[in-house]
C-alpha cells in the first residue's frame, strides 16, 4: 500500500471552477500535514498546511480527518494560474528524529480559458 | 521568507564524471537538509538527510558511497554524484528547515537538473 496517494488526475477544469484534490495516508503516527504545488520542471513550492480544524487561505481551504486519515484541498474560482501538480505532503515522525516528508505522486490540474 | 538556493540548476556531463550540488540556506540556519530526487512523472523520493556536523543518513537504496553528501556548515549542505551514470540523469532538490521542530514546512531549492550523456 502506497504511504500517500492520491487522485490519479489529471484534472481538466474551465475558469471559474471548483476543484477538490483528495489524499489518504497510511500512517496513523503521522505529525503534520501540507499541500505542496510543483509547476512543470520546477521544486515544490508550499501552498499551506493543513490543520484539524481546517483552514482557509483566500480561495483554497484544506481539511484533515485524522480517523480517516484523509486530506483534501478545494479550490474556488481557479484561475489560469493555479494549473500545476498539487502534492499532498505527510510528515512523519521517526523515532525522535526531525521527520520525514513523505510525497504522493501529485494530481495535475489544468484551468483551461 | 525562507530562502534556500540550490546550485547549479542544470548540469549536462559525461558518463563517468563527477557532479557537486550546492544547497545554501540564505537568511536561516540549517542544522538539517534534505535531499530528494525525481524521476519523470514520479513523487519526489527522500535520498538522505544532511545533519550539520555529523554523517548524512540515508534512506534505504540509496548508496553513500556514489552520493556523497557533506554539511559543514548551518547553511551549506553539498551532494556530489560520483562517477555518474545515465541512470543518475534527475531531477535532484535540497530542502531545509527553519527550526528544530519536526512539524514546520520545509522550504525548497530551486533543483537541479542533471543529465548523464
Known amino acids: 500500500r502506497k504511504e500517500v496517494e492520491q487522485d490519479p488526475g489529471p484534472f481538466n477544469v474551465p475558469e471559474g471552477a471548483t476543484v477538490a484534490f483528495n489524499c489518504t495516508y497510511s500512517?496513523?503516527?503521522?505529525?503534520?500535514f501540507f499541500w505542496y504545488r510543483q509547476d512543470c520542471r520546477k521544486e515544490p513550492k508550499l501552498l499551506m498546511s493543513?490543520?484539524?480544524s481546517g483552514n482557509e487561505d483566500g480561495r483554497f481551504t484544506a481539511q484533515l480527518n485524522r480517523a480517516s486519515q484523509y486530506i483534501s484541498l478545494l479550490i474556488r474560482d481557479s484561475k489560469l494560474s493555479d494549473s500545476a501538480t498539487y502534492l499532498c505532503v505527510v510528515n512523519e515522525a521517526r523515532g525522535g528524529s526531525q521527520g520525514n516528508l513523505i510525497f504522493g505522486k501529485g494530481t495535475k490540474l489544468s484551468v483551461k480559458p | 521568507g525562507a530562502v534556500v538556493s540550490q546550485h547549479p540548476s542544470w548540469v549536462i556531463c559525461k558518463s563517468g564524471t563527477s557532479v557537486k550540488i550546492e544547497c545554501r540556506s540564505l537568511?536561516?540556519?540549517?542544522?538539517?537538509m534534505f535531499w530528494y530526487r525525481q524521476f519523470p512523472k514520479q513523487s519526489l523520493m527522500l535520498m538522505a538527510t544532511s545533519n550539520e556536523g555529523s554523517k548524512a543518513t540515508y534512506e534505504q537504496g540509496v548508496e553513500k558511497d556514489k552520493f556523497l553528501i557533506n554539511h559543514a556548515s548551518l547553511t551549506l549542505s553539498t551532494l556530489t554524484v560520483t562517477s555518474a551514470h545515465p541512470e543518475d540523469s534527475s531531477f535532484y532538490i535540497c530542502?531545509?528547515?527553519?527550526?528544530?521542530?519536526?512539524?514546520?514546512?520545509?522550504?525548497f531549492g530551486d533543483g537541479t537538473r542533471l543529465s548523464i550523456l
Open positions: 537568511d536561516f540556519q540549517a542544522t538539517t
Open positions: 500512517n496513523s503516527a503521522s505529525q503534520s
Open positions: 493543513v490543520y484539524s
Open positions: 530542502s531545509a528547515k527553519e527550526a528544530s521542530l519536526s512539524n514546520q514546512p520545509q522550504h
